[in-house]
């Protein structure tokens, strides 16, 4: 689901809300989350600064809940919010695509495009592709693999990936994510798991215990939100009682068996 957002105070509001660090200028996307004041993820998505305006997306499920808060937020603000459901798709490519609008995603997983649907006659229809792509890279997704106020910034890479600004002052949710940064309590992290013959939801299981879920399952494959300190032998870990492959992703910088400080 699209959204677009223009105006004279379309930075600040952004700016002041949401995780990423959202700048009026070009240049690739950014990764984003509206947070609840606890901490946790309500949406999450990108965006891109083109033709004067920010162009966001999230997952359809939190669409009407985010747009809603949005504008509550923006108050009397000088903003803009253009809902672009009915009218603009959102897809992704890796080949380059030239119409509508496009910005490459931070994440490594080639460009994210938002364009009128008039404009995607030549798109794909939904496959696994995009999927494929995002489970080796390890990224979570929202809808896919967790859903509202499930899971902190910290759980799904936010941090690791650019979708947190760590420097720019407060934001929904900011206390929260600055305690964890700083005194290291992160002990959920994405995981990618290999060989799952299961649905998505179906627990992940070391030893007796119960260390997360496995989200969206494509070939075999699915990214999971896992208690690092609960994995001590990666070998052993099962999912609906059949051994799997535990993966870090590229970009991380922890390690199965950390046990993250006490709060």
Not at 9 to 38: C, H, I, M, N, Y
Not at 108 to 130: Q, S
Not at 162 to 177: R, T
Request: proline share 6%.
């Amino acid at each position: 689901a699209a959204f677009r957002f223009s105006g004279p105070e379309a930075q600040k509001l952004l700016f002041d809300v949401v995780t990423g660090r959202l700048l009026a200028e070009p240049g690739p996307a950014v990764w984003w989350a509206l947070l609840s004041p606890q901490g946790k993820v309500q949406a999450e998505g990108l965006s891109g600064w083109a033709d004067g305006a920010f162009w966001l997306d999230v997952d359809h499920s939190v669409a009407e809940a985010f747009l809603r808060k949005m504008k509550l937020y923006r108050l009397r603000a000088k903003v803009e919010i253009d809902d672009l459901r009915q009218t603009h798709s959102v897809g992704w490519t890796f080949d380059g695509w030239t119409e509508g609008v496009g910005h490459a995603d931070p994440r490594g997983l080639g460009e994210r495009v938002i364009a009128e649907n008039a404009a995607t006659a030549g798109w794909l229809p939904p496959d696994d592709a995009f999927a494929r792509h995002r489970i080796a890279a390890g990224v979570p997704e929202q809808g896919a693999d967790f859903g509202v106020d499930e899971v902190f910034a910290h759980d799904i890479g936010l941090d690791l990936l650019d979708g947190i600004d760590f420097v720019k002052g407060c934001y929904i949710g900011q206390e929260v994510v600055s305690r964890m940064k700083h005194r290291g309590t992160a002990r959920r992290r994405p995981v990618i798991v290999s060989g799952i013959d299961a649905p998505a939801g179906t627990p992940v299981v070391a030893g007796s215990r119960e260390a997360g879920t496995i989200g969206e399952v494509v070939d075999g494959r699915a990214v999971a939100i896992i208690r690092l300190d609960r994995i001590t032998d990666p070998s052993s870990v099962t999912v609906a009682g059949k051994p799997v492959t535990l993966e870090l992703p590229p970009y991380a910088t922890y390690q199965f068996g950390e046990v993250g400080a006490e709060e």
